[in-house]
């Protein structure tokens, strides 16, 4: 399997059993990082420098809220 570069998040000291280095970026397969990426712990670096980070309107962000049509009322 191919491995991807990941920027871990602040505050989190292991990953996959590994210690996170200074640079808080790992290498790791989809595999090793699916865990730590699905609570938010982990974001894969190409997507961060193209401005879009995995988990964007889960921390930070609100959501617009939707009208009554939207909302299915008549």
């Given at each position: 399997?191919?491995?991807h570069?990941?920027?871990?998040a602040e505050g989190i000291s292991a990953v996959n059993g590994?210690?996170?280095?200074k640079s808080r970026?790992?290498?790791?397969?989809?595999?090793e990082a699916?865990?730590?990426?699905s609570l938010g712990r982990l974001t894969?670096?190409?997507?961060?420098?193209?401005?879009?980070?995995?988990g964007a309107g889960r921390k930070?962000?609100?959501a617009p809220e939707l009208t009554g049509e939207e909302q299915g009322e008549a």
């Open positions: 399997m191919d491995k570069t990941y920027v871990v590994k210690p996170v280095p970026e790992m290498r790791l397969t989809e595999r699916l865990f730590d990426s894969l670096k190409s997507t961060r420098e193209a401005g879009t980070t995995r930070g962000k609100v």
